[in-house]
């Protein structure tokens, strides 16, 4: 099993919620202006406009004003919050590419998610989630929601596993509740494959690590139990790539130290398989494309890139000086990798790492840079 991670004060390896400033979302500010008439579901989106030419107007506004949109009407706000919205702004080429970073104060005490932009502009903080402060948790990006996922709380002194899961709306700017999963844990694996979250592995309530696995469908908002792990799994994380789940990283109680075997689960035939030449310690990772980008404790002055379409590796040298250990944690923006470092000198710049660039110019930095240590980010498109 492993330890447990301190929630009072954490290090920066470790992901947890912190209590934030009370702020209330712009929805619920604003919420006394919805309309709540019964007529409201009959009448258009726009006076006088087809709905289809309405909504297409609506996707053309800036991403910054939706949690305004969201509080003119139910009907704006239900649109708002629905995968057509994101499909019609995709088709009007009007997706915008915000990155969401979990970031540890200075004093190493709270932490709060910020949105920045493509240019690294700081837009907000997201309003405090639901829920006891949390560690161990899982995070997903689906149909432009943040989906945060289980882990675990200690209040107290006494420590519960949890299956809880919260949903971020990115487009109004609040949060929700989700349906629990059936099994509840901490350092799992989780990812998106074809519109499903997929949670494997994991510590449960006794501490012992799982072989389990679940998928979620946001349609119906429940989750449906799926073949388990050939052998139990904790510590690791998850990605897919052409409709497969891939799971690797972590240790299993049936190897000694970290295993370098990778599940891989087909959802068309609602089976695992296995590949031996995974990645072990690794202390950072992200999907770039169509590929995966890795980096382990011991070598983090090289990049692992995982091509699935042959299962092969390659490494690429990390432009840095110094310690041998500086520790970064990845982020993605406009099809580049963000490598954000986790030392404390300011002299340190973020890294940029284009693959598309012609050879010796993959590398660049970026002014884009946290307020604080970067814990995690994803990326939403909307």
Not at 101 to 121: P, Q, Y
Not at 208 to 236: M, N, Q
Request: hydrophobic share 35%.
């Amino acid at each position: 099993m492993p330890d447990p991670f301190p929630v009072k004060r954490v290090k920066e390896s470790d992901m947890c919620f912190s209590h934030l400033t009370k702020q209330p979302t712009l929805a619920a500010k604003s919420g006394s202006i919805l309309k709540t008439s019964d007529d409201d579901c009959h009448s258009p989106i726009l006076p006088g406009l087809p709905d289809d030419v309405s909504k297409h107007c609506l996707s053309l506004v800036p991403r910054s004003n939706f949690p305004s949109m969201g509080a003119v009407c139910k009907k704006w706000r239900s649109f708002i919050k629905s995968k057509e919205f994101i499909a019609v702004r995709k088709l009007a080429g009007m997706l915008e590419e915000w990155l969401y970073i979990l970031t540890m104060d200075a004093d190493g005490k709270e932490s709060h998610w910020e949105v920045l932009d493509c240019f690294g502009r700081k837009h907000h903080q997201l309003p405090q989630m639901p829920g006891p402060v949390i560690a161990g948790f899982g995070v997903v990006v689906l149909n432009g929601k943040l989906l945060v996922i289980a882990g675990y709380s200690v209040v107290d002194g006494t420590q519960s596993v949890l299956a809880d899961v919260y949903q971020y709306d990115s487009c109004l700017n609040s949060w929700s509740r989700l349906t629990c999963m059936n099994v509840a844990r901490y350092d799992f694996a989780c990812a998106e494959v074809n519109g499903l979250v997929y949670v494997v592995g994991g510590c449960g309530k006794d501490g012992g690590s799982l072989s389990s696995a679940e998928i979620y469908d946001p349609d119906t908002d429940k989750w449906t139990v799926i073949e388990s792990l050939r052998h139990p799994r904790w510590g690791c994380f998850a990605c897919g790539f052409e409709g497969k789940l891939y799971v690797m990283g972590g240790r299993s109680s049936f190897t000694i130290g970290n295993s370098r075997v990778v599940d891989v689960y087909s959802p068309d035939r609602h089976t695992w398989c296995q590949i031996k030449n995974g990645c072990v310690m690794v202390t950072a990772h992200a999907v770039l494309g169509k590929k995966l980008c890795c980096m382990e404790w011991k070598n983090e002055r090289k990049l692992a890139i995982f091509n699935p379409a042959d299962n092969s590796w390659k490494m690429v040298p990390v432009p840095v000086a110094g310690s041998t250990s500086i520790g970064f944690r990845f982020g993605i923006l406009d099809g580049k990798l963000l490598l954000f470092s986790l030392q404390e000198d300011p002299s340190y710049h973020t890294l940029l790492y284009d693959p598309n660039a012609p050879p010796g110019f993959e590398w660049q930095t970026s002014e884009i840079k946290p307020s604080g240590s970067c814990l995690c980010s994803i990326t939403i498109k909307a």
